[in-house]
């Protein structure tokens, strides 16, 4: 068995960006003869530069594509045969999973799909004068982490401050940090105050590459421990404190009240304990990946994305019902901001796929459609039904709170889904995005 994935893209006569699109197809399939590379073509254009998913995005929409091909080519069921060529470890370095459940998403999503009722020959099913196509792919991002700092102060009023140099670019970043503490500090999310945006707060990386909740998340926790720690402490050795010489292990910190295990009459508020320290009790936290773990584990979330067309047989109008998608990412901290994340992203997907299309002038070098008008997105009528899911999961090996990004893998797999639910509905193999009507005609 053997697999080669040439990349030829381009870049500027001003400086060389590589989109590692390739790297799908070193860590999705177990295959001893893995031959990768990428090739740079100088041209007089801009710099082109990384945005969402950069690598995955396409690199997926090959592979998949070309594991479809595969699947007809030797009579067998397409998620059958990644099954057979299931990566029970990372192909390249051997290395085993810090976690990985793509097998359960696999089943999950094909069986919320009625993925058993589907005729295999191209251009068996119609609804009307359509013609119905379903087809699958695999969708993966590598998890990322950099190190990242947090402090945690209780304010006089009760109130707990936690900040970090974090950036919301609306992905919930304020909501999941304010979790986080409180969960950790045992305190009213409503008693939480998350700062994040300036360069005086506590350090953190840039929120790029799916790692904002994998970095900060363990960063905001340490610090919290600590001031946990502290407080108790302080409780413990206060002459005015009603915990005085109790011992830590038997202290529990809920609902903003510090209290004696098994007696709850002995208890105080964070806010009494702080104020009556002549500085602010505050715990501050470094928090950066295992380097021991990383050199032993490889780190991936995936996915199983299964998709349905409706192409009209006379006009080639390509329509999408529905998208259902299931994912091993880590732990959940907030599911709602979860599939809201993982919604955003197949819209997206259906957008690289469908609509999304750059037109360079070739006399200049310029793009010729840089404005909405002619740059096509999706609208509301053009996004159907997304069923998204999630498989049980927690990769403490990743980070204490088991927690990988989930921002950009919800792009990748759909191009790939896309192009092989259409050759089931048509019967032609589109190797070239945007699938548009008249590369059916």
Same mark, same amino acid.
């Given at each position: 068995t053997a697999l080669r994935h040439a990349v030829i893209s381009h870049t500027s006569e001003m400086e060389d960006y590589v989109e590692g699109a390739a790297s799908p197809s070193r860590a999705l399939y177990a295959c001893p003869n893995a031959d990768t590379h990428h090739r740079l073509a100088t041209l007089t254009v801009g710099v082109?530069? =990384?945005?969402?998913?950069?690598g995955e995005a396409t690199g997926t929409f090959a592979i998949e594509s070309a594991m479809d091909e595969l699947a007809y080519a030797l009579r067998m069921d397409p998620v059958a045969l990644r099954l057979k060529n299931y990566a029970d470890a990372e192909p390249q370095s051997g290395?085993?999973?810090?976690?990985?459940?793509?097998?359960?998403?696999?089943?999950?999503?094909?069986?919320? =799909?009625?993925?058993?009722?589907?005729?295999? @020959?191209?251009?068996?099913?119609?609804?009307?004068?359509?013609?119905?196509?379903?087809?699958?792919?695999?969708? !993966?991002?590598?998890?990322?982490?950099?190190?990242?700092?947090?402090? /945690?102060? #209780?304010?006089?009023?009760?109130?707990?401050?936690?900040? *970090?140099?974090?950036q919301d670019l609306g992905t919930g970043t304020y909501t999941v940090m304010t979790q986080v503490a409180a969960e950790t500090l045992g305190v009213p999310v409503e008693r939480i105050r998350f700062e994040l945006g300036d360069t !005086?707060?506590?350090?953190?990386?840039?929120?790029?590459?799916?790692? !904002?909740?994998? *970095?900060?998340?363990?960063?905001?926790?340490?610090?919290?421990?600590?001031l946990r720690q502290k407080l108790l402490a302080l409780a413990a050795q206060d002459a005015q404190s009603p915990l005085r010489g109790v011992r830590n292990d038997d202290i529990d910190l809920h609902d903003g009240w510090l209290a004696v295990r098994g007696d709850p009459s002995r208890r105080e508020t964070l806010s009494a304990i702080a104020s009556r320290q002549n500085s602010p009790v505050e715990g501050r936290a470094?928090?950066?990946?295992d380097k021991q773990e990383e050199e032993r584990y490889a780190t991936r979330s995936f996915g199983a994305v299964f998709l349905e067309v409706a192409v009209d047989a006379d006009l080639g109008v390509i329509r999408v019902p529905r998208i259902v998608a299931t994912?091993?990412?880590?732990?959940?901290?907030?599911?709602? !901001?979860?599939?809201?994340?993982?919604?955003?992203?197949?819209?997206?997907?259906?957008?690289?796929?469908?609509? @999304?299309?750059s037109l360079l002038d070739q006399r200049y070098g310029r793009f010729a459609n840089s404005n909405l008008a002619e740059y096509h997105v999706p609208v509301n009528a053009d996004?159907?039904?997304?069923?998204?899911? =999630?498989?049980? @999961?927690?990769?403490?090996? =990743?980070?204490?709170?088991?927690?990988?990004?989930?921002?950009?893998?919800?792009?990748?797999?759909?191009?790939?889904?896309? /192009?092989?639910?259409?050759?089931?509905?048509?019967?032609?193999? #589109?190797? @070239?995005?945007?699938i548009t009507l008249d590369k059916l005609l």
């Open positions: 082109p530069t =990384f945005q969402r998913a950069p290395k085993p999973w810090s976690s990985k459940r793509l097998r359960q998403c696999y089943e999950q999503a094909a069986q919320r =799909f009625g993925w058993s009722r589907r005729n295999a @020959e191209p251009r068996s099913m119609r609804d009307g004068r359509s013609l119905v196509g379903w087809g699958m792919a695999t969708a !993966t991002f590598p998890g990322h982490r950099m190190a990242a700092s947090a402090l /945690a102060r #209780v304010m006089p009023d009760g109130t707990v401050l936690v900040q *970090s140099g974090s !005086t707060m506590p350090r953190a990386p840039v929120s790029g590459g799916s790692m !904002t909740v994998a *970095s900060v998340a363990p960063a905001v926790q340490a610090a919290c421990q600590n470094d928090a950066a990946p994912y091993s990412v880590g732990r959940l901290l907030n599911a709602k !901001t979860a599939l809201s994340q993982l919604q955003g992203g197949i819209v997206w997907g259906l957008s690289q796929a469908m609509f @999304e299309e996004v159907q039904v997304i069923d998204v899911t =999630f498989v049980d @999961e927690n990769d403490t090996i =990743f980070n204490p709170l088991g927690a990988r990004g989930i921002g950009e893998i919800g792009i990748t797999g759909v191009a790939g889904a896309l /192009a092989n639910a259409v050759y089931h509905a048509t019967g032609k193999r #589109v190797r @070239e995005l945007p």
